[in-house]
């Protein structure tokens, strides 16, 4: 009953998995602080006279939310506005916010300053100087600052360069000429200073042209190798893509990573993703309205009590509380879907709230090399798993997505070889997405000695990371040789997994193998027994069990979806030089341990089902002895003193006790049978054959075919024959045959005609 329930109802749910950088010991969160590279950024903010109050807004906002959003406590950020100096008593830039420290008190003060920005009006200079935006930034950036942070520009502009109207290059003939001029010197000297500028053009007018001339004239090397960290020019149509464009550039630029949530007038409650990758992470609300009240639920459903300080073993910073534009950054945070309810009083509900995650993580790998000890010639199998800084496997492929594995084969007696790892589904990878990219190479012939596959992976916002595998190239046939198989296993905290080791000795010695488990977190997983003795010439089948932790080594991160731990089981000949000879991957999912629902409810379906079916059974057998109990067709006699019949009446159904009660009438003059309920007498069938007859006021009686009863000094009652049809009749059933009836009593006009 359990098999046959659980497999009508059950399912199965995807779960992350935990692992450990391969070939070393596991670091347990707790023990590790995550690094957060800083970037030293400027933001030039478009003030020409063509802005509509709308553009400004989303100008200030987008600038918020790329610095409340920054996730480096040492990030440095200067903003300016910008337009042109068209008389002497104006100037080109507008400084609002000085190189800020993003630490918290920074993080707070940048909101206020970014407000200070302003639309320009007709004779505050309505032009468009981009040579001294660029200028400006390159000097905020350069200025006393730290070389080795990354330097960025990022330039917000509704137009294109004009300085026509700007005394400062000259006689108005040739003023476009010379700003064209200055312009490329001033790029020229961006790219000297190792200035990046990322160009953002929004509206019908920005010449796309020439914010690609901007983006390709500054310092090109990005923060990783990779195309999308490249500086490049954006345009997006209207002022409501600013702030989600920016926040992108920002990301490619930073090396971060983006993901945008929904938006929603509060009172609502919006959605947010954050990986498990991620080290430090914020999430950014645009509120629209200071009076928006926002609250944020982690992943398993708390509330997070404090905006400053630690909960659950992170780190909590809230900046911009009272502004339009507020970030939550977290340090080590839960990953999951977290919850952000706005709520507003009445008349500030009107905006809508936009909720965004900017996210910093790192990424790293478990590396496998099948067979370990290959020969010469032979071909070997290299896998690369990914996994977090805490060592959780990582399978969601829109987490690494940009993701470049580059791998290499190199030993004693030949040159490096490449080695293409994908994790297409092809060839040697068994399936496409789950996070483990496999490669094949072959041994060289001329290889002797030690061998090393190495694989790096890169992506943008995921720090790098590099793992190696050491091998050694086998001499012929080993001494020993074993094949270990290990089951995949649904199992909950502290159960084990039991699997086999096959072994063989070749030789007329004693070797020592040793067991251990490594690619998993410490103390999640642990390998028994952890040492094996060969007998000379023993070939035979050991029983190897794996331990899951208990339900405590497991932390928040067990949650109702559970998780999926995977490791790497090696078998090592501690006889020959401890070399490598099997490696198999381990993958155990481990659900929280069940509740008493969830243990025993096959137990209670079952009992209901068994309830169910005797409920049914009992009211089957009702029906049936009510059936057999049921007088219709009897057909009852009322017999003389001189045992005539003088009255016959075919009895119809019983009430629901399967009584058919009736009474005499006329009896000394035309005695008849009638149906009457509550009548003097009632039949019934009964179980031996013939009926029961019951006198109100009496007992019961049976009444025997070929018998008959005595009802007054000159009626007596007897059995006719039955005229209920058999189960194979189709005819309806025969009309009875009335002796002595009544006036009235033949035919359809029959007294007890109502009655059948």
């Known amino acids: 009953m359990r098999r046959a329930v659980a497999s009508a109802l059950g399912g199965a749910a995807v779960f992350v998995s935990l692992l450990a950088p391969a070939g070393q010991d596991p670091v347990p969160a707790a023990d590790s602080a995550p690094a957060f590279p800083a970037v030293n950024y400027a933001v030039a903010v478009d003030e020409s006279a063509s802005l509509a109050p709308a553009d400004m807004k989303a100008e200030k906002a987008a600038a918020k939310r790329i610095a409340l959003g920054d996730v480096s406590s040492a990030s440095h950020v200067t903003v300016f506005g910008f337009a042109a100096a068209e008389a002497d008593d104006q100037r080109a830039v507008d400084p609002v916010c000085p190189r800020t420290t993003l630490d918290r008190a920074g993080r707070e003060t940048v909101g206020d300053c970014v407000d200070k920005l302003r639309s320009r009006k007709e004779s505050q200079g309505t032009g468009t100087d981009l040579p001294s935006a660029i200028r400006q930034g390159v000097h905020d950036l350069t200025d006393g600052s730290d070389p080795s942070e990354p330097r960025v520009l990022f330039l917000l502009t509704d137009g294109k360069m004009d300085v026509e109207d700007s005394p400062k290059y000259g006689d108005p003939a040739h003023r476009k000429a010379e700003g064209e001029k200055q312009l490329k010197e001033a790029l020229k000297d961006a790219a000297a200073q190792n200035v990046q500028i990322w160009p953002l053009g929004f509206g019908p007018d920005p010449d796309k042209r020439q914010l690609d001339q901007i983006a390709a004239g500054g310092f090109r090397k990005g923060c990783v190798a990779l195309p999308s960290a490249t500086p490049r020019a954006h345009k997006v149509s209207g002022a409501d893509d600013v702030g989600t464009t920016l926040e992108k550039i920002f990301a490619a630029a930073h090396?971060?990573?983006?993901?945008?949530?929904?938006?929603?007038?509060?009172?609502?409650?919006?959605?947010?993703?954050?990986?498990?990758?991620?080290?430090?992470?914020?999430?950014?609300?645009?509120?629209?309205?200071?009076?928006?009240?926002?609250?944020?639920?982690?992943?398993?459903?708390?509330?997070?009590?404090?905006?400053?300080?630690?909960?659950?073993?992170?780190?909590?910073?809230?900046?911009?509380?009272?502004?339009?534009?507020?970030?939550?950054?977290?340090?080590?945070?839960?990953?999951?879907?977290?919850?952000?309810?706005?709520?507003?009083?009445?008349?500030?509900?009107?905006?809508?709230?936009?909720?965004?995650?900017?996210?910093?993580?790192?990424?790293?790998?478990?590396?496998?090399?099948?067979?370990?000890?290959?020969?010469?010639?032979?071909?070997?199998?290299?896998?690369?798993?990914?996994?977090?800084?805490?060592?959780?496997?990582?399978?969601?492929?829109?987490?690494?997505?940009?993701?470049?594995?580059?791998?290499?084969?190199?030993?004693?007696?030949?040159?490096?070889?490449?080695?293409?790892?994908?994790?297409?589904?092809?060839?040697?990878?068994?399936?496409?997405?789950?996070?483990?990219?496999?490669?094949?190479?072959?041994?060289?012939?001329?290889?002797?000695?030690?061998?090393?596959?190495?694989?790096?992976?890169?992506?943008?916002?995921?720090?790098?990371?590099?793992?190696?595998?050491?091998?050694?190239?086998?001499?012929?046939?080993?001494?020993?040789?074993?094949?270990?198989?290990?089951?995949?296993?649904?199992?909950?905290?502290?159960?084990?997994?039991?699997?086999?080791?096959?072994?063989?000795?070749?030789?007329?010695?004693?070797?020592?193998?040793?067991?251990?488990?490594?690619?998993?977190?410490?103390?999640?997983?642990?390998?028994?027994?952890?040492?094996?003795?060969?007998?000379?010439?023993?070939?035979?089948?050991?029983?190897?069990?794996?331990?899951?932790?208990?339900?405590?080594?497991?932390?928040?991160?067990?949650?109702?979806?559970?998780?999926?731990?995977?490791?790497t089981v090696t078998v090592t000949d501690t006889t020959d030089d401890d070399r490598a000879l099997e490696r198999e991957p381990l993958s155990v999912r481990v659900t929280p341990e069940p509740g008493l629902w969830e243990k025993y409810w096959w137990v209670v379906v079952a009992a209901a089902v068994v309830l169910v079916l005797a409920g049914a059974a009992f009211v089957a057998w009702r029906r049936l002895r009510n059936k057999r109990k049921d007088p219709y067709g009897l057909m009852l006699q009322l017999l003389s003193e001189d045992g005539r019949v003088v009255n016959e009446h075919p009895a119809g159904h019983g009430n629901n006790k399967q009584w058919y009660e009736f009474t005499v009438v006329e009896a000394h003059r035309s005695p008849r049978i009638e149906r009457r309920p509550h009548g003097q007498y009632a039949v019934q069938r009964s179980r031996e054959g013939g009926a029961v007859l019951r006198r109100k006021g009496s007992g019961r009686t049976p009444?025997?075919?070929?018998?008959?009863?005595?009802?007054?000094?000159?009626?007596?009652?007897?059995?006719?024959?039955?005229?209920?049809?058999?189960?194979?009749?189709?005819?309806?059933?025969?009309?009875?045959?009335?002796?002595?009836?009544?006036?009235?009593?033949?035919?359809?006009?029959?007294?007890?005609?109502?009655?059948?």
């Open 255 to 567: 090396c971060l990573r983006h993901e945008e949530g929904p938006s929603k007038r509060p009172p609502a409650t919006l959605e947010i993703g954050i990986s498990p990758l991620a080290t430090v992470g914020s999430i950014v609300v645009d509120k629209g309205d200071p009076e928006v009240k926002i609250t944020y639920i982690d992943p398993s459903g708390d509330e997070i009590p404090d905006t400053y300080g630690t909960f659950k073993k992170s780190r909590f910073e809230l900046a911009g509380g009272s502004g339009t534009v507020e970030a939550l950054k977290i340090v080590d945070p839960l990953p999951g879907v977290w919850k952000v309810k706005a709520e507003a009083p009445e008349g500030h509900r009107s905006l809508p709230v936009a909720v965004s995650v900017l996210w910093q993580g790192e990424l790293r790998g478990a590396l496998t090399m099948d067979p370990p000890s290959p020969q010469a010639g032979e071909k070997v199998t290299v896998t690369m798993r990914l996994q977090t800084r805490e060592g959780y496997e990582i399978k969601d492929p829109s987490d690494y997505a940009g993701l470049r594995v580059r791998g290499e084969l190199a030993g004693d007696g030949f040159s490096p070889l490449p080695i293409d790892l994908a994790d297409r589904g092809k060839g040697a990878d068994p399936e496409a997405g789950d996070g483990s990219f496999t490669g094949t190479v072959e041994v060289p012939e001329d290889a002797d000695g030690a061998l090393k596959a190495s694989a790096t992976l890169t992506a943008s916002g995921l720090r790098a990371d590099t793992r190696d595998e050491d091998g050694v190239v086998a001499p012929g046939e080993l001494p020993v040789t074993a094949a270990l198989d290990l089951p995949d296993a649904d199992t909950n905290p502290g159960d084990t997994v039991t699997g086999s080791l096959a072994v063989h000795n070749t030789t007329d010695s004693e070797h020592k193998l040793r067991l251990s488990l490594a690619d998993v977190k410490d103390g999640l997983l642990s390998v028994e027994p952890h040492e094996i003795t060969l007998k000379p010439g023993e070939s035979g089948t050991r029983e190897v069990k794996v331990q899951v932790a208990a339900d405590g080594a497991f932390g928040d991160r067990l949650g109702d979806d559970g998780l999926d731990l995977a490791g």
């Open 703 to 756: 009444l025997v075919a070929g018998g008959q009863v005595q009802l007054t000094e000159t009626l007596s009652l007897a059995l006719g024959e039955d005229t209920r049809p058999s189960r194979n009749s189709r005819g309806t059933r025969p009309r009875p045959t009335t002796v002595g009836a009544g006036p009235g009593d033949s035919g359809n006009d029959s007294p007890f005609t109502p009655y059948l």
